[in-house]
C-alpha cells in the first residue's frame, strides 16, 4: 500500500503540470531571469520542473551570515548585469510563488 503513494507522488511530481510562471512573473522578472542566464519555458511547470527552476534563481543567493563554504558556492551577481536589488526583489517573488506551488 505504501508503495502505491509513492508511485503516485513520483507521477505528480515529473509528470502532472499545474503552475503558469506567466501569471505571477511581469516582464521586468523576465528580463532578470534571463540576465541570470534561466530561461522561462512558456507551459504549465511540474513540481519537479519549478524546483530546478527554483534552485537556479537560488544560485545567486548571497547573505552576510551564510558560512564560507556557503558563500563558495553562492554565484557572484557582478557580470550578470543584475543589481543585489532588483535579485532580492525577483526572489521574494519567486519564493512567493514557491509557497503557492507547494500549497495550492
Known amino acids: 500500500m505504501k508503495n ?7 507521477e505528480s511530481y ?7 510562471l ?6 521586468k522578472d ?3 531571469i534571463n540576465k541570470l542566464g534561466i530561461n522561462i519555458k ?8 519549478f ?12 547573505d552576510k551570515y551564510m558560512s564560507d563554504e ?3 558556492m553562492s554565484k557572484s551577481l557582478r557580470r550578470t548585469g543584475v543589481s543585489r536589488l532588483e535579485y532580492n526583489q525577483l526572489l521574494d517573488k ?3 510563488v514557491y509557497e503557492y506551488a507547494k500549497c495550492c
Open 51 to 62: 524546483d530546478v527552476f527554483y534552485e537556479g534563481i537560488l544560485e545567486y543567493y548571497y
Open 30 to 32: 523576465i528580463m532578470i
Open 94 to 96: 519567486i519564493n512567493y
Open 4 to 10: 502505491f503513494y509513492y508511485n503516485k507522488w513520483i
Open 22 to 27: 506567466n501569471n505571477f512573473l511581469d516582464t
Open 42 to 49: 512558456n507551459k504549465l511547470y511540474t513540481d519537479y520542473e
Open 14 to 20: 515529473y509528470v502532472d503540470e499545474f503552475l503558469d
Open 70 to 72: 556557503e558563500k563558495k
